[in-house]
């Protein structure tokens, strides 16, 4: 392995940064600095396998960096590297891979400003326009306009991340150019975001299920969240035992929540079975999907359920490791996990006997840097240890060869909290809740063109016309986007669609993560399907030729058909419609076989260029 280090040389605060992770080096060949004494040193590796098996590290290292300074240089660049035996060359393409990290200088200050669909229906053209023009050259804050940032319900949004010792962020939303400016002025310092009630409308409603404790339980106390029933479940889960477990979530008819829908009692059954060892369990916690947000109202507002659920995964898979891979943009989700966990640790819910009942669990949390595609579990697993967030070709499979090439179970926030009500109220009691093919309640992410936008839970069978109804949909609607960016577009005739995996299939959409986006007639359609292109060229790691050129082209189609309409536009449609195909038959993850799914349903269902 050829490293090739620099001449570069980190800064004392860089090398702080990362020392401060990682621990002081031991020799010269880790960076640390030569005397007499220690020269000898550098004639072999030190510990070479050992600092390797440290990779995984590199993302938190790189957060360190970018944390405290606000961008990576090449000297922090070369000194992670050498203390984790990393050729640069491998750690630049890492560190480049996110949107939220920078090798390039650039003010301690940056204040990121949300402009996909949500916040663009919301006038986030001209926030961007009156921010950049009030906090120019010589502000010290830099202004980057960005992806969603998974504050739908309180559009249009931004969060102001200020470098140091410790990081500082804030986050405005509904935000003016005022209130942005004032954010990105003193991170940390601004008044408490609103609680994670604000994003559930029903909150209190005695018939949540999911959703009963956020606005109830205070999300800081582990002693409010057992009086209303916590840790009952995971009891319930020792006394049945580990396929006692996967048993009922199997009779359960629980499938995953983040769009894909595979029976999660067959995922845990595969992992638990596998011979190898160890196994791992891996909590999706990174939502990119613009319109997506219900994970973030769980962790802010019920951490410690996760945390119950995630052990209850882990027991049943046989793990005693998890790793709960949180969404770089979600600073209130972090402290509030991070704290969760902390207590849970002290007070034996989590570490080598968890409840006095002989099992060993822990969970790590692994911060992601603004990847839409690290949402994907491969390229999930391939961040956390430490390369470019890039899909693995299939199979093997995750169960087989996930994380670290062992067997991995990974989840999203939703799927795993549903196993909480599935053990405390039985399997058959669960089932019963929903429709036979689609069982439980679903979270729902409202935004857009309504009077209450949130969060909404409601049973399976529930059509779109009702759900849009208890969300105040207002006059003029234009067109429904179910599933984000990925999903696709729906009449406002076609509002009896039933809310079920089955139900959305059927009608020629998908259900997807369950977002659902309304769109008046003020809001130019064009102009969001040109937002859906350019998000997908933007976040198309780039691994396989159709997906890096299809959107690509798609964007530049969609560009030129932007002022033209019917015959004019015809060979370019005619175009979409070519690239759309070799997009969803030869993309080797869901990203690039989903690119072209809502321009293709705007096109054909709403007519949006005749």
């Known amino acids: 392995m050829d490293l090739h280090f620099g001449d570069s040389k980190p800064t004392d605060e860089e090398r702080a940064a990362i020392d401060g992770l990682l621990g002081p080096p031991e020799s010269s060949w880790e960076g640390a600095a030569r005397d007499e004494m220690r020269a000898a040193d550098l004639r072999w590796a030190r510990g070479g396998r050992e600092a390797r098996e440290r990779r995984d590290l590199l993302l938190p290292g790189l957060h360190a960096v970018n944390d405290r300074i606000g961008w990576i240089s090449e000297g922090a660049l070369d000194y992670l590297c050498r203390r984790l035996t990393v050729p640069p060359a491998e750690a630049y393409g890492v560190a480049t891979f996110y949107a939220m990290f920078s090798v390039k200088p650039r003010p301690a200050t940056v204040l990121h400003v949300c402009t996909d669909l949500a916040c663009a229906a919301a006038g986030a053209a001209e926030l961007c326009a009156g921010v950049e023009a009030r906090l120019g050259p010589g502000s010290g804050v830099g202004v980057e306009r960005g992806p969603c940032l998974g504050l739908c319900e309180r559009a249009p949004a931004v969060l102001a991340v200020r470098a140091g010792d410790p990081v500082r962020t804030a986050v405005s939303a509904p935000t003016t150019v005022a209130r942005a400016a004032e954010a990105a002025s003193a991170p940390g310092s601004a008044p408490e975001e609103p609680p ?162 002989g099992y060993a669990f822990d969970i790590e949390i692994r911060r992601g840097a603004g990847a839409y595609i690290c949402g994907e579990e491969t390229a999930l697993f391939n961040s956390i240890e430490g390369y470019r967030g890039e899909p693995r070709s299939k199979p093997p499979f995750p169960v087989e060869k996930g994380l670290f090439g062992k067997p991995t179970a990974e989840n999203n926030v939703e799927t795993l909290v549903n196993v909480l009500p599935i053990l405390t109220r039985g399997a058959e009691a669960y089932a019963a809740i929903g429709t036979p093919g689609s069982t439980g309640p679903k979270l729902y992410c409202v935004s857009g063109s309504v009077d209450r936008p949130g969060i909404y839970e409601l049973p399976f069978g529930a059509t779109l016309g009702e759900l849009l109804e208890s969300a105040g949909v207002r006059e003029g609607l234009r067109a429904v986007l179910l599933g984000g960016a990925a999903g696709g577009f729906v009449r406002p005739d076609e509002l009896d669609i039933p809310l079920t995996f089955e139900g959305t299939r059927a009608a020629g959409t998908t259900l997807g993560s369950g977002v659902v986006m309304a769109f008046d007639d003020t809001v130019p359609l064009p102009r969001l399907l040109l937002r859906i292109a350019e998000f997908f060229r933007d976040e198309s790691c780039g691994q396989c030729v159709p997906c890096r050129v299809g959107t690509v082209r798609q964007e530049e189609a969609l560009h030129r058909i932007a002022e033209r309409r019917g015959a004019a536009a015809a060979d370019d449609i005619a175009l979409l419609r070519e690239v759309g195909r070799a997009m969803r038959d030869a993309s080797i993850c869901g990203l690039g076989q989903t690119a072209w799914n809502a321009v293709e349903s705007a096109i054909d269902r709403l007519g949006a260029y005749e």
């Open 196 to 357: 994670a009630a604000f994003a559930v409308p029903q909150a209190g409603d005695p018939s949540l299920v999911l959703l009963s404790r956020v606005g109830v339980v205070h999300p800081a106390s582990l002693d409010d969240y057992r009086a209303h029933g916590g840790y009952a479940a995971l009891r319930r889960a020792f006394a049945l035992g580990p396929a006692g477990v996967i048993r009922e979530v199997t009779d359960a008819g629980l499938v995953g929540r983040g769009g894909a829908a595979f029976p999660t009692g067959r995922k845990w059954q595969a992992t638990a079975s596998q011979p190898d060892r160890p196994h791992y369990l891996v909590c999706n916690a990174d939502e990119s999907e613009p319109g997506t947000f219900k994970d973030r109202v769980v962790m802010e507002g019920d951490p410690y359920a996760l945390v119950e659920a995630m052990t209850i995964a882990a027991y049943a898979v046989g793990a005693h490791k998890g790793y709960l891979y949180l969404r770089g943009e979600y600073p209130r989700a972090l402290r509030r996990m991070e704290h969760a966990i902390g207590q849970a640790r002290a007070r034996g819910l989590l570490g080598e006997d968890v409840l006095g009942q």
